[in-house]
């Protein structure tokens, strides 16, 4: 029976992307865009450099598949809170 080496994730390059992803936000934020377009670009910048962290930082891509249902199942939960308190923020 052979052994199986398990591949290292890209620690390096996704610590390179999630710095690049954070000077974006900063730029985003300094630039003087309208709330408008300056929350949902936000918003989908902190939903990308989640989804990185879990999927690499913690291990994600390496559990089995019906391991992520307890990932996704409190997602339609998180997306209706951020959508409540837009909402009322807007007003």
């Known amino acids: 029976m052979t052994t199986v080496e398990k591949k290292h994730p890209p ?8 710095a690049v992803l954070t000077i974006i936000e ?3 934020a300094q630039a003087g865009l309208t709330r408008r377009i300056l929350i949902p670009i936000l918003i989908l910048l902190a939903i990308w450099k989640a989804s990185l962290v879990a999927i690499y930082f913690m291990h994600l ?6 391991f992520l249902f307890v990932v996704l199942a409190p997602l339609p939960l ?4 951020v959508v ?8």
């Open 61 to 66: 891509k390496f559990e089995p598949r019906r």
């Open 26 to 28: 900063v730029w985003a």
């Open 84 to 91: 409540a308190v837009l909402q009322e923020w807007g007003k």
């Open 11 to 18: 620690y390096m390059l996704v610590w390179l992307w999630l």
């Open 78 to 81: 998180a997306v209706i809170l």
